[in-house]
């Protein structure tokens, strides 16, 4: 069975850093597009950042020059630092990722639990 689970959030002052880290295991044939989202309290769910196999970034505009997405194909692994942070980027983090597992070979989106990020003095 394949498991993404999230963890490093907490609470962070204005201008200070967190790193996320997203860790998908079980019987995995391969992974695709690993992204990390978020939701704050009465707001939509939005795509902060993708990362394709290959290493290929993307940013919602917000982030830009602010956090940096990587993963490490050999531990199933993606990873969101998250610099000079601000009250707005406080919100629940979720990270999604494009599994094909072992048991079906079909390709599924996959979700972990989400984690909380708060910005506060």
């Known amino acids: 069975q394949v498991q993404v689970v999230e963890s490093g959030g907490g609470l962070v002052q204005p201008g200070g850093s967190l790193r996320l880290s997203c860790a998908a295991s079980?019987?995995?044939?391969?992974?695709?597009?690993m992204a990390w989202y978020r939701q704050a309290p009465g707001k939509q769910r939005e795509l902060v950042a993708d990362i394709t196999s290959g290493g290929r970034v993307s940013y919602v505009d917000s982030v830009k020059g602010r956090f940096t997405i990587s993963r490490d194909n050999a531990k199933n692994t993606v990873y969101l630092q998250m610099n000079s942070l601000k009250p707005e980027d406080t919100a629940a983090y979720y990270c999604?990722?494009?599994?094909?597992?072992?048991?079906?070979?079909?390709?599924?989106?996959?979700w972990g639990q989400g984690t909380q990020v708060t910005v506060s003095s």
């Open positions: 999604n990722a494009f599994i094909v597992p072992n048991s079906n070979y079909r390709v599924s989106a996959y």
């Open positions: 079980g019987s995995i044939f391969s992974i695709g597009v």
